[in-house]
């Protein structure tokens, strides 16, 4: 698999006159998780729910002060226990990301998608910043304007390291 990469660049020029953009570097700490919990459909217990062994990063504990707050993730339709827990990795670093970005861009942004990542640069983002489309991108068509919401992304999200998994408890 290729790793995914940005479909487009967006500049301050492609803000039209009119458009806002609106970023916003940190969520609220109350908004944080720091573990990912939840359950798989395990084969070997007649395709009923069990728990998968719960995720965390040892950073999350550090940067939230060692507070835990866990999301309930299920995932109904797996079946293997590594699996489950590298989607729950997945799932918490992508709860965790801080920044999002909202705005209207010109008609060059009307290729994106929901799940498309872009790169916006310029004076707030010289060196570029990565982010994720949420959603269906909106014309407005009072500043005939592309509106996105996004999120930041970090491209080392989706690493996994398959040693790192834990043997589900039966």
Known sequence: ?????????????????????????????????????????????????????????????????SELEYADFDLDFETDPERAQRLALLHGRRMRRQATLTGGFDMKARILEDGDWFTRTGDRFPSGKTFEVVGSPVLDTETMSIKIDAIEVDTSDSAWVAASAAQPIN
């Open 1 to 65: 698999n290729e790793a995914k990469t940005a479909v487009i660049d967006l500049e301050d020029g492609d803000i039209p006159e009119g458009a806002t953009e609106v970023y916003i570097p940190k969520k609220s700490r109350d908004d944080l998780i720091g573990g990912v919990r939840g359950n798989y459909q395990d084969v070997n217990n007649n395709y009923n729910p069990t728990d998968y062994p719960s995720v965390t990063d040892p950073a999350w504990a550090t940067q939230d002060g």
